[in-house]
């Protein structure tokens, strides 16, 4: 079974600071990783994918991602946060082969201060 | 390129009645997923189609059931409505990879 671990229900970060959202996944085989932003009432946007290679994947926005198959995360990272950013934000996690849907994480709320 | 497209936005509904709600996806996406978002739960997973086939299933009753159409477009049935069917229900198409979301159907139950 597939699952996303996403351990903070909030993340406050200052704007111009780095932000960090953290993503822990268990899957058997190899991972399809994702992050999506959800802003008030609406659907959800993709960022960023993982599928292979480089570790570290660059998304929409400025946001990117690294992969550490040795600890199993995945963690949504922006050097510079804007007071904008501020949202939902979900990893989510397939299996690489089979017939398995998405399996998101139950989100981080994002604030990012002025 | 026009992206996912849900209707109604909107959907109000009495306790035990019916509802449908609709999904078109983007040209060429063969896949069709359907997510529930209730208040605090996060998104569930409740139906995949693919090219007119049901490929997997959530931990849903049978009163929630679906199809997907010759042209890919799919639609989502909810029977005998309970209270907590109330949530936002998010469509989202995919080709390979990522899938891409619709602004979603808020059903509200009363």
């Known amino acids: 079974a597939q699952s996303v671990a996403q351990p903070e229900d909030q993340v406050n970060v200052a704007e111009g600071n780095p932000l960090t959202v953290k993503c822990t996944y268990s899957?058997?085989?190899?991972?399809?990783l994702f992050w999506y932003v959800q802003y008030p009432n609406r659907g959800l946007q993709f960022l960023l994918k993982y599928i292979t290679g480089d570790n570290l994947v660059k998304g929409s926005y400025g946001f990117e991602a690294e992969f550490n198959k040795s600890q199993t995360s995945f963690h949504l990272k922006k050097p510079s946060a804007l007071v904008s950013d501020s949202a939902l934000y979900f990893c989510a996690v397939r299996r690489y082969s089979g017939n398995t849907p998405l399996v998101f994480g139950k989100g981080t709320r994002l604030s990012v201060i002025a | 390129e026009a992206g996912v497209t849900q209707s109604p936005t909107h959907l109000i509904k009495t306790r035990g009645q019916q509802a449908t709600l609709r999904c078109s996806p983007i040209?060429?996406?063969?896949?069709v997923y359907w997510y529930q978002q209730a208040l605090g739960l996060g998104l569930q997973f409740l139906l995949w189609y693919d090219e007119g086939e049901e490929r997997n299933r959530g931990n849903f009753p049978p009163r929630f059931s679906g199809r997907q159409f010759p042209n890919y477009s799919s639609e989502l049935n909810v029977n005998a409505l309970e209270l907590e069917d109330s949530a936002l229900y998010l469509c989202?198409?995919?080709?390979?990879?990522?899938?891409?979301f619709g602004q979603g159907t808020r059903l509200t139950v009363v």
């Open positions: 899957v058997s085989g190899n991972p399809y």
């Open positions: 989202a198409s995919s080709l390979v990879t990522e899938a891409f």
């Open positions: 040209s060429g996406h063969t896949s």
